[in-house]
């Protein structure tokens, strides 16, 4: 038995934050940003909107598009770096804000990579026979943790979510067999630093700005590229498949000089690996499911994905999977364009 994506939603703010507005305030270039980074602009999430809010707006989406029974979701599961609370999860409050009932909730935080980490969690729960129907969540109100005095971190990041529905098959789709890493050291390379137990908001990290995202770029830059690269091609190995019958490369989406260069080192043809990065900026565990839920249509039945990540922690993995045959859409056209899909959702 497999675990298999059946349906798909996203959710972005409909608030557009461009290179030229952020270079109003710190010193950049909307030429350097699009160079160094692909980014064009990003959506930001208002004051009042937090990141269950964009989880649970993701997850509508998927629960009216594919008229699925929100009684028999079993669990959520949400990958998120930024929960709306230290305590209590935002898992719940999505389950209430979604009228999952029936479903318990937990939060998983593997920043970047958490969501992959929390559809191979969810796909071992199928497997198990335990479950039959989940829905996996990346959920990121970024903007919350971004220090938009500086312009090393400021220019990269945005808010949005994804979420997918994960159903027992025996087709022969599904998820295959997916490869996890975590590297403790990274930590000192790309952390909040204030805000959690080690180091509790005070006024001097209010002072010091340490309640903000810290990161060496040049030096995560670097470790993103061989560990995606790497664990893609060792993923690729444990599934015995070849570069050459993947269909379609889903990689996080942090930098687009990053995506190039782990799709040159496997060989794979620049138009098979999906970007979006140009739109969203980087969501932390939202680039994944966001860009299934970009590109979904583009993707057929038993076409091979390679799905790569790396995040704060160090966090990183991939994993394979057979597409299978998706729930019928209750609109069978879905706009290609994200702002009217955006802002149908923000009302
Ligand atoms: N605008 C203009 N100049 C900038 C800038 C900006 N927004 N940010 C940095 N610079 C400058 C630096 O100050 C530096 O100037 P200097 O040479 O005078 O010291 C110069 O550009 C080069 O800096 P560097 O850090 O080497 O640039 P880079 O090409 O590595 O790009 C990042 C910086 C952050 C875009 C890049 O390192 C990156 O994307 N890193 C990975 C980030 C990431 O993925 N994080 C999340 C992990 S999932």
Redesign the pocket.
């Known amino acids: 038995m497999n675990a298999v994506i059946t349906a798909i939603g996203g959710f972005v703010p409909s608030s557009i934050l461009t290179n030229k507005k952020i270079s109003e305030t710190?010193?950049?270039?909307d030429e350097?940003?699009v160079k160094?980074?692909g980014i064009k602009e990003r959506r930001i999430a208002d004051d009042n909107t937090a990141t269950s809010d964009l989880a649970a707006a993701a997850v509508e989406n998927l629960l009216e598009n594919y008229k699925v029974d929100r009684e028999e979701i079993e669990a959520l599961l949400v990958a998120t770096a930024t929960p709306d609370h230290i305590l209590a999860p935002t898992a719940s409050i999505v389950c209430e804000k979604s009228g999952l009932v029936n479903a318990f909730g937990i939060d998983m935080n593997a920043?970047?990579s958490g969501f992959l980490y929390a559809l191979e969690m969810g796909a071992n729960m199928i497997e198990s026979g335990r479950y039959s129907k989940l829905i996996i969540v990346g959920a990121d109100k970024m903007s919350s943790i971004v220090d938009y005095e500086d312009?090393?971190?400021c220019?990269?990041f945005g808010d949005g979510a994804g979420a997918v529905l994960l159903e027992k098959t025996e087709s022969g789709n599904g998820l295959m067999k997916t490869i996890l890493k975590t590297d403790g050291s990274g930590v000192s390379s790309?952390a909040v630093p204030a805000g959690g137990s080690r180091t509790p908001i005070s006024m001097q990290s209010l002072l010091h700005r340490t309640h903000y995202l810290k990161?060496d770029?040049?030096f995560?830059?670097k470790k993103?590229v061989s560990s995606m690269s790497q664990v893609s091609q060792d993923a690729l190995a444990k599934n015995e498949l070849q570069a050459d019958e993947i269909d379609w490369v889903i990689p996080?989406q942090?930098?687009l000089?990053?995506i190039n260069a782990v799709g040159e080192s496997l060989n794979i043809d620049a138009e098979k690996v999906k970007v979006n990065i140009e739109r969203y900026g980087?969501t932390?565990s939202a680039t994944v499911p966001l860009c299934l839920w970009d590109f979904k249509n583009d993707f057929k039945e038993g076409q091979n994905l390679l799905i790569t990540t790396?995040?704060?922690g160090f966090s990183w993995g991939a994993t394979c999977l057979k597409w299978g045959v998706m729930r019928d859409e209750k609109t069978a056209k879905i706009s290609k364009n994200t702002t009217e899909k955006s802002v149908v959702m923000a009302h």
């Open positions: 710190v010193d950049t270039s350097w940003i160094r980074t920043a970047c312009r090393n971190t220019i990269l790309l990161q770029g040049a995560v830059f993103a996080h942090a930098n000089r990053i980087n932390t790396f995040g704060a």
